[in-house]
């Protein structure tokens, strides 16, 4: 998108999250929802992809509207409170990496977020947008499902709280209403010193999409996992829960189980495809790999 094209949209920054609500009811009443500018990264693309919009089935009746959101107070900052950790939608990739409160009680989401694209990209896209796109291949869904996140939602109607596995209802869609704004996710935290689990197989180190990434976050007594919270990319039309994973991790001692039965509960929670970055069989392959790598860091012997 050039500089030129901006002019076909009308930008606007907002005062606070009252006056952003009002705007997007009325937009999506309009049939015309709000774009919210966070850092741009997967908005920018699409750009890239759409027909030209003086062309665009009979032309847009007034500019589709831009609001920037990346300042916005409401939508920033990381905070804990008792065993609650709250990430602002609005809050980098580079945030999360340098937080201390993240660092001790939530280093999935660093160790992730340092995976993201690279550090251009992680200094500028957000977790919001990482949920409002919902792709599969999404690395920051995929953490916040291994955690079981709340996504807190906000509009004129109030404050709606969904459940990260009530968000994504299809490729690339969610049950967010148009006039929802993501205003940030809320984590009830594992004991400190959970065990945690990333892995993300791509072309390369950086500037990667995942071909198959792997969140997990275990709570294990006497050697059985008490929780065990998964997220997939990649391997389906939406971030994989793996629920037969998590039923046969915590129905026996992880001692007992065997390769044989975890591959087939694998097999059971993934639909991979043959795309650009990967294959179906190569994807079925690292998913068997990443899940038997986290249970034997879990003390299983698969
Ligand atoms: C080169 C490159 C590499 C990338 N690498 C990765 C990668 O490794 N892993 C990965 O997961 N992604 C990757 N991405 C995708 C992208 O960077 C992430 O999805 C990022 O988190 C998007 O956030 P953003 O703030 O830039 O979103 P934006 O582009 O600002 O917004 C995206 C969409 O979200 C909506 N939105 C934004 N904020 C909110 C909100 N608070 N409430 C409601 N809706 C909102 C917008 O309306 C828009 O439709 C990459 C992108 C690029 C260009």
């Not at 009252?18 to 699409?46: F, Y």
């Not at 291949?137 to 709280?161: F, N, P």
């Not at 792997?214 to 996992?225: C, K, T, W, Y």
């Not at 129905?251 to 039965?261: D, H, K, V």
Request: net charge positive.
């Amino acid at each position: 998108m050039s500089l030129a094209d901006l002019r076909l949209f009308e930008m606007r920054h907002v005062a606070g999250l009252g006056p952003l609500c009002e705007i997007m009811a009325e937009r999506a009443a309009l049939g015309a929802p709000v774009t919210l500018l966070a850092g741009g990264t997967d908005w920018v693309v699409e750009q890239e992809l759409r027909p030209p919009l003086e062309v665009a089935a009979g032309g847009p009746a007034a500019p589709p509207l831009v609001v920037d959101v990346s300042r916005l107070s409401d939508l920033r900052g990381i905070s804990l409170s008792g065993d609650t950790l709250r990430v602002g939608a609005a809050t980098t990739y580079l945030e999360m990496l340098r937080s201390d409160a993240i660092a001790a009680r939530a280093p999935l989401l660093a160790r992730m977020s340092r995976d993201v694209g690279a550090v251009q990209i992680q200094a500028r896209g957000t977790l919001g947008g990482n949920l409002a796109t919902a792709s599969p291949a999404a690395d920051g869904v995929a953490a916040l499902a291994a955690y079981d996140a709340t996504v807190v939602v906000q509009s004129v109607r109030g404050e709606r709280r969904i459940p990260m596995s009530a968000l994504q209802t299809g490729y690339k869609r969610t049950s967010r209403a148009p006039d929802e704004v993501i205003v940030a996710v809320e984590i009830a935290l594992p004991a400190p010193g959970s065990p945690w689990y990333w892995r993300k197989i791509g072309a390369r180190r950086a500037q990667a999409i995942s071909k198959v990434a792997l969140a997990g976050v275990a709570e294990v007594r006497s050697g059985r996992a008490a929780r065990l919270g998964l997220g997939m990319a990649s391997v389906a039309p939406t971030t994989a829960l793996l629920p037969s994973v998590r039923a046969l991790c915590v129905s026996r001692p992880l001692a007992e189980l065997t390769g044989a039965e975890v591959d087939a509960a694998v097999a059971q929670d993934i639909s991979p495809i043959d795309d650009v970055r990967s294959t179906r069989g190569y994807r079925e392959h690292c998913a068997r790999g990443v899940v038997r790598e986290l249970l034997r860091q879990l003390g299983a012997q698969v």
